[in-house]
């Protein structure tokens, strides 16, 4: 059982481009959330989803961040017109059901540099 | 909304010496409680949790417990090895709002041969 994948593992993007982070997770899983890691700090929550329902963006900046999760494919966090504060690592992770002790696992993370 | 305070933000041992790391929460609905270990560059991963309704945990030479009245829990390695070095994260999950981990700030861990 394959673990939570993203991609690109390391994304370069210039100030004012699109960047486009991707998360499948484990088999089984239909819960998805984002968190973003700026260097050496913890982790901040962004956004939980369920396939094609958002349940939870109040982690989310309100201004050039969008994430979804189609019926089919992996979930996409997408940063527009990226800003140098927008370098950090996202992460990924999955879980199996909603409600109480839900164990999330983690993806290997994107690290977003924007030049 | 949640709030969760870690300490110490760092933490220097003696190989063999036991180390503790604290948390303290300040919603009462929450009652899931994980640990992460995550190293130099890698994903954080699940080392031991404790779910409300259990004081304390334990597994090999990790434990964990929790105080609900006082809102705190607090990771206990013993016998600390090298390859324990890492940053150690708590976290507190509302069953009722189901998946939105709030992330104590971390305790960076160096366990000196």
């Known amino acids: 059982n394959a673990g939570v994948m993203q991609n690109p593992r390391h994304l370069v993007r210039r100030r004012g481009q699109e960047a486009r982070l991707r998360c499948s997770p484990m088999?089984?899983?239909?819960?998805v959330y984002w968190y973003r890691q700026l260097p050496e700090e913890g982790l901040k929550f962004m956004v939980y989803?369920?396939?094609?329902?958002?349940?939870?963006e109040s982690g989310m900046p309100k201004e050039r961040f969008s994430a979804e999760f189609p019926k089919e494919g992996p979930s996409i966090l997408r940063i527009q017109q990226v800003v140098r504060g927008d370098s950090a690592a996202y992460f990924c992770?999955?879980?199996?059901?909603?409600?109480?002790?839900?164990?999330?696992?983690f993806g290997p993370g994107t690290r977003l540099t924007v030049l | 909304g949640e709030n969760v305070e870690q300490h110490p933000s760092t933490l220097s041992v003696q190989e063999g010496d036991s180390a503790v790391i604290k948390c303290t929460y300040s919603?009462?609905?929450?009652?899931?409680f994980p640990w992460y270990k995550q190293e130099l560059g890698k994903r954080p991963q699940l080392i031991i949790d404790?779910?409300?309704?259990?004081g304390e945990k334990k597994d090999q030479r990790i434990a964990v417990t929790l105080n609900k009245t006082a809102k705190h829990f607090s990771l206990h390695i013993t016998e600390t090895q090298p390859e324990d070095s890492a940053v150690y994260f708590c976290?507190?999950?509302?069953?009722?709002?189901?998946?939105?981990?709030?992330f104590g700030d971390g305790t960076t861990l160096t366990v000196k041969p």
């Open positions: 992770a999955s879980s199996p059901t909603s409600g109480t002790y839900n164990e999330q696992f």
């Open positions: 088999k089984g899983h239909s819960h």
């Open positions: 989803l369920q396939k094609e329902n958002i349940i939870d």
């Open positions: 919603d009462s609905a929450s009652n899931y």
């Open positions: 404790i779910r409300s309704n259990v």
């Open positions: 976290a507190a999950v509302r069953g009722t709002n189901a998946g939105k981990s709030t």
